[in-house]
C-alpha cells in the first residue's frame, strides 16, 4: 500500500500555518460519510477494479502485430494512456516494436510529423471519445479515415474505437463499418476513465498485464469506505486538502512528484483536480512540477512568495536503478562529497531536503511515498487520487463529476464551425472578433 504522510500540515509542526488533528479527522470521517451515502452514479469508478478484462486483453494482443499505433482523443482520454506508457514502458518508441504516438492538441504540425514517420499499412487508430462528439478528436478522426481510405486499406483492420456502449457518433460509424469498439462503462466520465480501457487497452498493447494494474487499483476500492481512518488515507489527503483552502486559504496546489516517470501523472492529475473541484467559486489551482527540475526553478517561490500554496509530494523509495556516484576528483571537496553515494540516494535526499526545508519555514506540505513505480503501484495511485478527488467534491458540496464551465467553449467552437443547431453562438464569435483591437 503506498503510505501518505500529513505531518507537516499539523500545528504541532507548523504552528499557526497548520491543521489541529480533530480537525483534519473530523473532516475525514464526514468525507467517508458522505462518500458512503453515493450521491453520485459516476462513483461507478470505484468498481472499475472488478471488471472483465477478456476484451481489452484479446484487442491489446492483436494490437502488438502492429508497428504503430495512434491514439486520438484528449483530456483523460490522452492524458491517462499517457501516464501508463511514460512511467511503466518510458522511451518504448525507441525499444519497442509497436511505436504510440498520441495525437490530443490537433496541432496540425504535429500531425504533419507523426504522418511522416508511421506507415499506414502497419497502424492501428485507437479513436477515443466517451461521447463521440468531442471535435478535436473526431477531426483527427476524419483526417486518418480519409487517408486509409485513400489507400484503398481495410478500416476494420485499420481502427479500434473506445466509446460509449450504446450511443454516439463512433458507435453509429462503428456499427455501420464493424470497427471493433471497446467500451467506457456509462457512469463513468472521461477524467475518471483511466481505469477503463481507455488505458488499459493501451498497456496490453504494450506488452503491460492491465491485471496487475487493477489489482493496485482494488486495495484503494476496498478501502474506500472504511470508517476506521487508519485503513482510509484517501480521506485523510481529501481532508487537509480541503481545510488547508476553506481554512488557512492555501488556494494553489503544486503536485510534485520526483521521479521523472510520474511527470505525466501530474499533469493528469492537475485535469482531474482542476475540472472536478472548480465549480461556484470553490475548488483549488493544481499547480503541475516535477522534482528535482522544480526544485531549482520554483522552490524560491514556494518559500518567500505568497503563502497561497500547499506542496504534494509524491516520492519512490526505490527507483528500480542503483548508479554509483564514481569517486573522482577527490581532491575537489565539492565533488568529493558525492563520490560513492547513488543517484537513487541523491534524488530521495533532494525530496527530503525540500521538504525539510519548507517544514522549517511553516509551509504546509504532504508527502504520498511509492514503493516502486509498477504497474500494481501506478494502479494504486490513480485510484488513491481519483477518491481523493472525489472525497473533497463531496465536502466542498459539489458535483466532482461534471465540467458545466467548459460547455460554453464547446458550443462557441461548434458554432464558429458551423455545426448545425448552434448559429446563435457563431455570430456571437463573428462579433466578438470585429470588437478586436490588435497592435502592430
Not at 494512456?81 to 519497442?96: A, M, T
Not at 470553490?282 to 522544480?294: E, I, M, N, R, V
Not at 541523491?346 to 509498477?374: D, R
Not at 478527488?389 to 464558429?416: C, D, H, W
Request: charged share 25%; hydrophobic share 40%; net charge neutral.
Amino acid at each position: 500500500m503506498i503510505k501518505l504522510d500529513i505531518s507537516n500540515v499539523l500545528t504541532e509542526e507548523i504552528g499557526q500555518n497548520g491543521l489541529s488533528i480533530s480537525e483534519v479527522e473530523s473532516e475525514a470521517k464526514k468525507a467517508i460519510s458522505l462518500l458512503t451515502q453515493k450521491p453520485y452514479k459516476e462513483l461507478e469508478f470505484i468498481n472499475l477494479p472488478f471488471q472483465d478484462l477478456i476484451k481489452t486483453k484479446e484487442y491489446g494482443k492483436k494490437a502488438r502485430d502492429y508497428e504503430y499505433i495512434i491514439i486520438l482523443g484528449i483530456g483523460g482520454s490522452a492524458l491517462g494512456p499517457r501516464v501508463l506508457l511514460e512511467s511503466l514502458k518510458p522511451f518504448n518508441n525507441l525499444i519497442n516494436k509497436n511505436k504510440v504516438f498520441i495525437y490530443d492538441n490537433v496541432d496540425p504540425a504535429t500531425l504533419k510529423h507523426v504522418i511522416e514517420i508511421i506507415d499506414l499499412k502497419s497502424t492501428l487508430i485507437n479513436v477515443i471519445s466517451k461521447s463521440g462528439s468531442t471535435a478535436e478528436t473526431l477531426a483527427s478522426f476524419l483526417i486518418f479515415w480519409k487517408m486509409i481510405k485513400n489507400r484503398k486499406l481495410d478500416v476494420r483492420e485499420h481502427f479500434i474505437f473506445t466509446t460509449d456502449p450504446e450511443k454516439g457518433n463512433l458507435r453509429i460509424i462503428a456499427e455501420e463499418y464493424e470497427i471493433p469498439t471497446l467500451e467506457i462503462p456509462k457512469n463513468v466520465v472521461g477524467r475518471y476513465s483511466v481505469l477503463t480501457p481507455v488505458g488499459l487497452f493501451i498497456a496490453e498493447a504494450i506488452g503491460l498485464k492491465s491485471e496487475e494494474i487493477l489489482e493496485g487499483a482494488k486495495e484503494i476500492s476496498e478501502r474506500a469506505f472504511k470508517e476506521n481512518l487508519n485503513e482510509n488515507p484517501m480521506a485523510y489527503l481529501a481532508s487537509c486538502l480541503y481545510l488547508m483552502d476553506t481554512l488557512k486559504k492555501r488556494k494553489v496546489l503544486v503536485f510534485l512528484p520526483y521521479s521523472d516517470r510520474l511527470k505525466t501523472l501530474s499533469e493528469w492529475f492537475c485535469q482531474l483536480w482542476g475540472e472536478s473541484l472548480g465549480k461556484q467559486g470553490k475548488g483549488t489551482t493544481p499547480y503541475p512540477s516535477l522534482g528535482t527540475t522544480d526544485q531549482h526553478s520554483q522552490l524560491q517561490l514556494w518559500m518567500e512568495g505568497p503563502e497561497d500554496k500547499i506542496i504534494l509530494f509524491v516520492s519512490v523509495d526505490s527507483h528500480g536503478f542503483q548508479e554509483e556516484i564514481p569517486e573522482e576528483f577527490n581532491y575537489i571537496e565539492g565533488l568529493k562529497y558525492l563520490g560513492g553515494h547513488t543517484l537513487e540516494e541523491l534524488i530521495n535526499t533532494e525530496q527530503l531536503a525540500t521538504e525539510m526545508a519548507l517544514n522549517l519555514n511553516k509551509k504546509p506540505n504532504l508527502k504520498i511515498v511509492l514503493p516502486k513505480i509498477n504497474s500494481y503501484y501506478i494502479g494504486q495511485i490513480f485510484q488513491f487520487l481519483q477518491v481523493v478527488t472525489s472525497m473533497a467534491g463531496l465536502l466542498y458540496n459539489i458535483n466532482p463529476f461534471n465540467q458545466p464551465g467548459v460547455e460554453l467553449g464547446k458550443r462557441l467552437t461548434y458554432g464558429a464551425m458551423g455545426k448545425r443547431g448552434f448559429e446563435t453562438e457563431g455570430e456571437e464569435v463573428k462579433k466578438y472578433l470585429k470588437k478586436k483591437r490588435f497592435l502592430i
